[in-house]
């Protein structure tokens, strides 16, 4: 079965403890993306890979860190987590970037203290 | 990327088609539109795309005027699982292209009874 698949699916951390969302697809895509979604903001990209090695930012990357050293694996890097960026992380792939099918993981509910 | 305007809710009925629209006047030659579903705390799920005229698959329609300045997502008989945010992008590429995907604020359907 496709998917996207990210763990935790909840996490709740304090100030400053270092963190790491992982986020795995099966479907061979080369794009992979994060997005956070905040209530009255919608969906805003973060980071995304259009293949191995290759990343850039996206319209909210303050904050993250991002690697791509597989395809299947995009991880999402929070050095120094604050509380806001408690959000609902969504990692995201598609066979290659634009607005072709794009398959979304389950989310990850991330709160701060 | 072209900037979207769809409704921000609409209610309805089960049993009924309901037709959903979003304008894009500034959509460019090479966009592309796709709609989205999202259901609370999960991720968005692609539902259908298309360049021009009329898109049909197992879920729903999208209907696409010659100018291509909006288009009209149709959802034959919805039942009280249609309940979801609908979110109509407009994008570069049908594949490829570096771009994320803009999410508006969508449009909050309710099904009811």
């Known amino acids: 079965e496709a998917q996207v698949t990210q763990n935790p699916r909840y996490l709740i951390t304090v100030t400053g403890k270092k963190l790491t969302v992982t986020c795995s697809q099966n479907m061979n895509h080369e794009y992979m993306s994060w997005y956070r979604q905040d209530p009255g903001l919608g969906l805003r990209q973060i980071y995304y890979s259009m293949n191995v090695e290759v990343t850039d930012k996206g319209d909210v990357p303050e904050g993250y860190k991002v690697s791509r050293k597989e395809k299947r694996n995009f991880p999402l890097i929070l050095e120094s987590p604050s509380p806001n960026q408690t959000s609902l992380y969504f990692c995201?792939?598609?066979?290659?970037?634009?607005?072709?099918?794009?398959?979304f993981g389950p989310g990850t509910r991330l709160t701060v203290t | 990327l072209a900037k979207t305007t769809q409704p921000i809710s609409m209610d309805s009925y089960e049993g009924q088609e309901v037709n959903i629209t979003c304008s894009h006047n500034n959509i460019a030659t090479n966009d592309y539109i796709t709609w989205y579903q999202q259901f609370p705390s999960q991720g968005p799920r692609f539902i259908i795309q298309?360049?021009?005229t009329k898109v049909t698959n197992e879920v729903a329609s999208l209907f696409i005027p010659a100018d291509r300045k909006s288009s009209t997502l149709s959802l034959p008989r919805v039942s009280l699982s249609d309940t979801a945010v609908y979110y109509c992008?407009?994008?570069?590429?049908?594949?490829?292209?570096?771009?994320?995907?803009?999410f508006g604020k969508g449009t909050h359907l309710i099904i009811q009874p």
């Open positions: 995201a792939s598609s066979l290659s970037g634009g607005g072709g099918s794009t398959y």
């Open positions: 298309g360049y021009k």
């Open positions: 992008l407009v994008s570069m590429y049908s594949g490829g292209g570096a771009d994320g995907l803009t």
